[in-house]
């Protein structure tokens, strides 16, 4: 992390890129999602070392650009088009027939559906750009060294997965600079040959890093009895199914919020419990505590307040903002 | 410290086992050297001590194994930290943190250590390795000998007794290799730690270990003890480094273990000492000219102001350690690199004005991973691919492929080739094309004795079908054997040019071997020719 990074912990980091994604998912109001991208470039710029700052910025807006264009192609292509609308292209329809099926490919696209879809690959956008925000200023390896034990096969996990994305980029570039040598450009039947050495290279390295961090401790745990460790392990289970019943009843249906907003509670509850079991008995220390700031508890109080916002709007009692729907 | 007792080892859905039944022991402040062909299970053996074998790959050990009076094997890596430390081939994909102190701090934070041992024991550590001017610089700041450092110094500084290292130098150039080795020593001899360390080039350390364990390809060990049964051992390699080679074709008993060893053998040998033989300048077409050769990344040169003409069908070696400028040089004369000077082909022409596929036609390079160069899923596609491309008769590049390594079955898929084979598969792939001009990146890397044995032997055969070849490598005694012509790097800069016979005697701890003890004679093979 560079020195300007520091003005806020590791954690906050990522709890604030995490709360913009989750902003970003939550709402399709486009002036929302460009002010997530926009606050988040300027975060980049701001507080990323100098090594990285160019290169994020240059390969997070190249996929930003490319979702929203492939968002509005695939759109154009998979075309409904509901008479009546304002009618913007006219395309010509290709249709398709199997047997009694029928598909209709392209015709005329309304102004409607390259709005929607504008929305939806902007909002696709913005969510990266929040967790890119997070990824560049703040080293994701270091939130992993303190993940809590509890978590640990999913912390072995994520060391694996979170590496994975800056590693294919390193690999790219190498695999692709000798391609160049043997001088084949871009014929498809050597797609499949760029691929497997990327991968074999990126998931190799990743796994690498896996087995440094467990030959050096991680993972390692105080002396817990059978029991405990089961119930910590119960806990948090159940935990993880409550979450999901909770967000598919808010999602999905019209039963009541309140239920769900419940169930959440119950959720955090357990797993506040295991982590607690876990937490009496961890055996990790740290060289140097990073203090959480009133700067740390302003971001987050903003952050998290602003998702609050966001999500009791599906509470019709608490429709404040009805402009936020 | 270390005992294993009849530890086999099955990767998954193989009935033949890696190794079987191995019986070793380890002593407390042993340095102890594992070597033997590739795919002889050294790095399976090194990583069941930790745990990491069977519990980050697939398939089944079997056995025990005691460090320190307890049995570890069935316990897993994060619970043997405190004891032992491992060190991987590539320790920057292995860091964790940003900066030096942090990667320090890590394994202890694990372990629980207070803040206050902590900061003792990173200082203590630190002093050890030689890193203390390093703690607040980010890792990735760091060189390659530094962040080999920073990792063992991780690996230890939590009080583990044991240190288990999978070819610590392989990307070290010699300077920063041997500072690593002789700290290893002081490790061992001075704080008591076992040093076990898996290594392809031996020539430098085997002064230093205090055993040998011998893995051949048939799964089996050979321990032998610098006291006793040295010598048995190194009469079992096949292929060793020039100055044991020296000791057996002149009858050496026993085997010299270090360079003064072998020198004063040498002068009780009473050989003539005949003046070096200086080998006739080789003038013939000029293949290549480069003159004022100039790199720049962001300001800083990477290379200046260098010229060399290469004959055709010679092989001129690009010398330095890492960082030298040799890899630029390279890809500059390749013209894939924006550069200031002159490079001129035979025909006159600038590699870099011409497109990509009729660049191929004059000059091909292979990369440090040759096997990025391999994309389809056998090596029979491989070979019609390339043909199909360079519009070539069929079997145009199997014939160039046979030539290198011999028959072979095509329907294997490249990436399960050995190294040197895959090597050997981009090299014919690259020159299909009708490539007169050959370019490698240290194409000695991660090969072993054997591997560039036969490379030495390929690239001769090229030299003689006429091809001109320009390597870069740190590796002198690859060099010694191969180049006609040498051009020495430092910082951008040739410091010395000229013939190899010329220049390998001015290295001084860099010449080879058998220069160092004869002072008459570059290879095994001149001192043999002169008897």
Known sequence: MSNRAGVLTTATWWWLGLALALLASLNSFAPIQIAICSLSIILIAAYASPAKRNAALRNYGLLAVSIVVIRLIFRVIFNTYIPGQNNLINLPEVSLHFGELHFAFMGPVSDTTILDAFNDGLRLSAIIFGVAMANTIANPRKLLRSTPSALYEVATAAAVAVNLAPQMLVSIQRVRRARLLRGQGNRLRHLSGLVIPVLEDTIARSLDLAASMDSRGFGRRGILSRRMVAVARMATLLGTVLLGLASYLLLATNSNPAISFGLVAIALLLFASSLRIWGTHSVRTKLVLERRGIADYLVLALAFGALAIVASQSIPALQLFSWLR | MISIHQLS???????????????????????????????????????????????????????????????????????????????????????????????????????????????????????????????????????????????????????QKVLLLDEPTSALDVAAAGKLLHMLRELATIDGVTVIMIEHRIERVLELVDSITYLDSTGRATKALRTEGFDEILHQMPLVPPMIELGKQLNWNPLPLSIAEAKSLWEQSGLPLATPSQHTHIEGQVALFVRDLEVKYDGTPAVSNLSQSL?????????????????????????????????????GQDPADLKATERLHHLALVPQSASDLLLLSSIAQELEDSDDFA?????????????????????????????????????????????????????????DYQAKHALALQLQQLRANGITILLASHDVEFVAGLADHMLVLEGGRAIAQGSAAQILPTLGEYAPQVWQITQCALTVQEVADAI
């Open chain 2, 9 to 159: 080892f099955n990767f998954a859905g193989s009935s033949q086992p890696l190794f079987s039944e191995l019986d070793l022991d380890f002593a407390s402040g042993e340095f102890a050297l594992i070597c033997g062909p590739t795919g002889g299970g050294k790095s399976t053996l090194l990583k069941s001590l930790n745990g990491l074998v069977p519990f980050h790959s697939s398939g089944t050990l079997r056995g025990s194994i005691q460090i320190d009076g307890q049995t570890t094997s069935g316990k897993l890596p994060h619970d043997l930290a405190h004891l032992v430390g491992y060190v991987n081939q590539q320790p920057e994909g292995a860091f964790v943190s940003d900066l030096v102190i942090e990667e320090l701090a890590f394994g202890m934070e694990q372990l629980g250590f207070a803040t206050d041992v902590m900061h003792q024991r990173i200082d203590r550590i630190a002093e050890r390795m030689k890193i203390s001017h390093l703690l607040q610089r980010p890792l990735d700041s760091l060189s390659g000998g530094q962040q080999q450092r920073v990792a063992i110094a991780a690996a230890l500084v939590a009080g």
């Open chain 2, 311 to 347: 004959a055709k069908g010679t092989i001129t070696a690009l010398f330095g350690e890492n960082g030298s400028g040799k890899s630029s040089t390279l890809w500059a004369i390749l013209g894939e690199t924006v550069h200031t000077g002159t490079v001129t082909l035979a025909d």
């Open chain 2, 391 to 447: 519009n070539a008769p069929t079997g145009t590049t199997e014939a160039l492929f046979i030539d290198l390594v011999g028959a072979i079955d095509l329907k294997r898929h490249p990436r399960d080739l050995s190294a040197g084979q895959q090597l050997a598969l981009a090299l014919a792939i690259q020159l299909a094309k009708g490539a007169q001009i050959l370019l490698l990146d240290e194409p000695t890397r991660g090969l």
